[in-house]
């Protein structure tokens, strides 16, 4: 194949109650900061029925054009029948990139999309580059290969390229671009596509949908996430405690936290304490505050572990928050290594003074 | 059934991780099953109560790290190191596609190898009735089927129905044929529709692997599978709850996609991939006593080990050679710059200016920026003059929510 010949980065947007969401608003940035690197333009892809005005929208929050399909058999999502659109339209149009959001409606359909057209998907992204790169297997030097930045599963990120495929296929992961301002005086072409479906693609049917209502925790857009350990079963003595004092510290900082600076406060555990399953805790400490590789990757402002000793599974998913403050009685504890504030004490003792320092100020 | 899970061998600690150039070097590392992976297993035992047939463990990998994960599956009731523990019987075969031209697959390749192995899995089963089926047409002599159907039978190829030396089992179509009950033609009949069942297969797979953490290659897995098969195998990612329609012919499942929560009526064949919220259902007694007749011999305690060639797999599209991404070389994400230990760390107790010291050139610093790096000498000069603190929990709190505006008086 031709490289050259494929351009422009297409993001595929989705849309809640009409309107797109936040993380299509930070795909449309994702692109735009590839597409200004390579001096190509920021398409919107877009899949439904009665679309009404999120194609504008689109080219408002940053988009050069929006490619999209308006058809009733559109209407809810399908993998097999978006597919098969999404693979035409890229035969047709050869896009540079290909974007999606790394969530669950974006790991259902983008592998499918990508092995279609064989080509190849960088998954879970925090941050996109443009470079060259030197393959030694062709001792080719590929010009402008997107490099797709995502975290390795140790303590590190890594960059996957897919130089000799087009489109390269990413998904980027939610809360790492910044929307784009809406700006009414923007321009951009808007194209219809005009697919006709496919009896065999229909052949899964959808019986019911619901729209569950939204978790209660949200980790990922915490501002501060006081998150608990397996440490909070002792105190600096080794004597045991109640997780119950350890859990009703956090809450009460968080509650302070958030009455105080109006902060968006969770939170958190890591895998060892919500796996104990602990009667104390039930219900309360679930599998939902897991923060970590098999949980939830955060990276909030403030990021307070309470008796966590930092195992390399639990610090993959919160490396990445900007002020890590560790608390722990081990001198020892891995966490220390990534904390920006280390507080080798006990935290029965650190975190009433917390409290109250707080309170004074 | 061919209830068929897809099972990984991911790094038992992700730390002293052994990468040579970006790509895993998983033989220099103990591999444990993928924690994930406990979900489709447990969604295989389901459909073994409630369909019958037999579950196959299908995995890819260097062989000396995954045959001991794939034996510790046959007794997964049993503590083990490398496979975490499940109230289940285990699986009854185990599948193992290993060839050096497979190393370095990412998720295409990946898919690639395994929809290929499965693809091979279903024709060894339908190769097998084949034989049978010709020995009949040509009309060999009742004791030669039974002959062969027993040695097919013993390599765990053909389901009680067919063949059986179970006690409880008297009237399998080749029993019944031998003992003259039925004919050669409605043996045949049965026979070539058992052979049109193996196409009815499930695939299940955890959402995603514990190291990669993608999830792609479910999906790309069932896609691969449709070009080779020329029929669409759809699948449905992050399955919560799932059972067998009444007819058996599709499953209908439960997926969130995010806070869209859909039920969806699946056709068989199909894949799923399990969410870690999956919970599987028990199939009632009753049930699970009529679909014996769809179980096999039992467990093969022999794993298949498979080679790039035997699954008819062009060796270009297999593994590094395969994969359109390549790894580049990671970058380590380790300690911050700035660490500061509360009660410990000496720190400016103001901002201060770039200053000389003993004709090098210092600063500046920022209120609270700790002294290490500068010489022990000027440290404490810096301290005899009062510029410098021991950095305390007030200080912290200063730092991180000294700039944030107070919207409320806390009680």
Not at chain 1, 309 to 322: D, E, L, N, P
């Given at each position: 194949m031709s490289l050259e010949q494929y351009r422009d980065v297409w993001v595929y947007l989705t849309r809640e109650d009409g309107k797109l969401t936040r993380p299509s608003l930070e795909l449309i940035a994702a692109g735009r900061k590839v597409a200004d690197k390579i001096g190509q333009r920021v398409v919107a892809v877009m899949l439904g029925?009665?679309?009404?005005?999120?194609?504008?929208?689109?080219?408002?929050?940053?988009?050069?054009?929006?490619?999209?399909?308006?058809?009733?058999?559109?209407?809810?999502?399908?993998?097999?029948?978006?597919?098969?659109?999404?693979?035409?339209?890229?035969?047709?149009?050869?896009?540079?990139?290909?974007?999606?959001?790394?969530?669950?409606?974006?790991r259902d359909l983008s592998p499918r999309v990508a092995y279609r057209l064989k080509t190849g998907l960088a998954t879970d992204n925090i941050d996109l580059e443009v470079e060259d790169y030197y393959f030694g297997k062709d001792n080719t030097t590929y010009k402008n290969v997107l490099a797709q930045i995502r975290p390795d599963f140790a303590t590190r990120v890594a960059k996957i390229y897919t130089p000799r495929h087009r489109p390269q296929i990413a998904s980027i992961r939610p809360g790492n671009f910044e929307p784009l301002p809406h700006d009414e005086s923007r321009q951009g072409e808007l194209i219809r596509f005009q697919p006709s479906p496919v009896e065999d693609d229909f052949k899964v049917e959808i019986i019911e949908e619901k729209t569950l209502p939204k978790s209660a925790v949200d980790l990922e857009n915490a501002k501060v996430i006081i998150s608990l350990g397996l440490g909070i079963l002792k105190d600096g003595e080794g004597r045991p405690r109640n997780p119950r004092e350890g859990l009703k510290l956090a809450e009460e900082l968080a509650e302070l936290l958030r009455e105080r600076y109006g902060l968006k406060v969770e939170i958190g555990a890591t895998r060892a304490l919500i796996y104990a399953e602990l009667k104390e805790l039930e219900g309360i400490i679930t599998k939902e505050r897991q923060v970590g590789q098999t949980g939830k990757t955060v990276a909030p402002d403030i990021y307070i572990a309470l008796g966590i000793?930092?195992?390399?599974?639990?610090?993959?998913?919160?490396?990445?928050?900007?002020n890590i403050v560790a608390i722990n009685t081990d001198p020892n504890a891995p966490i220390f290594n990534i904390a920006h504030y280390v507080i080798n004490d006990d935290l029965y003792k650190v975190v009433p003074q917390l409290i109250s320092h707080l309170r004074g100020q | 059934m061919l209830i068929i899970a897809m099972l990984k061998g991911v790094p038992a600690?992700?730390?002293?991780?052994?990468?040579?150039?970006?790509?895993?070097?998983?033989?220099?590392?103990?591999?444990v099953m993928n924690p994930h992976d406990t979900r489709a297993l447990e969604a295989a035992y389901y459909l073994k109560r409630r369909v019958g047939g037999k579950v196959i463990g299908l995995s890819m990998g260097p062989e000396p790290k995954l045959v001991p994960i794939m034996n510790d599956l046959y007794e997964p009731s049993q503590e083990s190191r490398l496979v975490p523990r499940m109230p289940i019987y285990g699986v009854d075969e185990n599948v193992l596609l290993s060839d050096r031209r497979m190393a370095g697959a990412d998720t295409l390749a990946?898919?690639?190898?395994?929809?290929?192995?499965?693809?091979?899995?279903?024709?060894?089963?339908?190769?097998?009735?084949?034989?049978?089926?010709?020995?009949?047409?040509?009309?060999?002599?009742?004791?030669?089927?039974?002959?062969?159907?027993?040695?097919?039978?013993?390599?765990?190829?053909?389901?009680?129905?067919?063949?059986?030396?179970?006690?409880?089992?008297?009237?399998?179509?080749?029993?019944?044929?031998?003992?003259?009950?039925?004919?050669?033609?409605?043996?045949?009949?049965?026979?070539?529709?058992?052979r049109r069942d193996l196409i009815n297969f499930i695939i299940l797979a955890g959402m995603k692997t514990s190291d990669g953490e993608t999830g792609n290659t479910g999906p790309q897995t069932a896609e691969g599978l449709s070009e080779f098969l020329g029929i669409t195998i759809p699948h449905a990612a992050f399955v919560v709850d799932f059972e067998v329609s009444p007819e058996e012919n599709s499953v209908i499942a439960e997926r969130k996609l995010g806070n869209l929560l859909q039920k969806l009526r699946i056709p068989i064949p199909c894949l799923l991939t399990l969410h870690t919220e999956y919970t599987p259902r028990v199939p009632p007694a009753s049930v699970q006593k009529r679909v014996r007749l769809n179980n096999y011999r039992g467990q093969l305690r022999k794993i298949r080990i498979w080679d790039a060639t035997y699954i008819g797999a062009d060796p270009e599209k297999l593994g590094f050679a395969g994969s359109p991404t390549i790894v580049g070389p990671g970058m380590e994400i380790g300690r911050p710059p700035v660490q500061k230990v509360v009660g410990k760390t000496l720190v400016f107790k103001q901002d201060m200016d770039r200053f000389e010291w003993n004709?090098?050139?210092?600063?500046?610093?920022?209120?609270?920026?700790?002294?290490?790096?500068?010489p022990e000498e000027l440290v404490r000069e810096l301290e005899s003059k009062g510029l410098l603190e021991v950095f305390t929990l007030k200080h912290m709190i200063e730092e991180l929510f000294g700039g944030l505006q107070v919207v409320a008086r806390a009680v």
């Open positions: 029925y009665q679309l009404g005005d999120a194609p504008n929208e689109a080219i408002a929050r940053g988009a050069d054009a929006v490619i999209y399909a308006d058809e009733p058999w559109l209407k809810n999502y399908l993998c097999l029948p978006y597919t098969r659109v999404l693979v035409e339209m890229c035969r047709q149009y050869k896009p540079y990139a290909f974007l999606f959001i790394a969530d669950e409606l974006g000793s930092g195992a390399v599974q639990h610090r993959v998913g919160m490396i990445r928050s900007k | 600690k992700t730390t002293g991780v052994i990468t040579v150039s970006g790509v895993l070097r998983r033989e220099e590392m103990e591999l990946t898919a690639y190898a395994l929809a290929k192995g499965i693809h091979r899995i279903i024709q060894l089963h339908q190769e097998a009735l084949d034989g049978l089926i010709e020995l009949v047409r040509n009309n060999a002599p009742p004791a030669e089927v039974e002959g062969k159907a027993r040695e097919l039978y013993n390599e765990n190829m053909l389901p009680n129905k067919v063949y059986s030396t179970l006690p409880t089992v008297k009237e399998s179509y080749v029993k019944l044929f031998v003992e003259g009950r039925i004919d050669r033609e409605e043996l045949l009949e049965k026979l070539e529709e058992a004709g090098k050139r210092y600063g500046p610093f920022k209120k609270y920026d700790p002294v290490g790096g500068l």
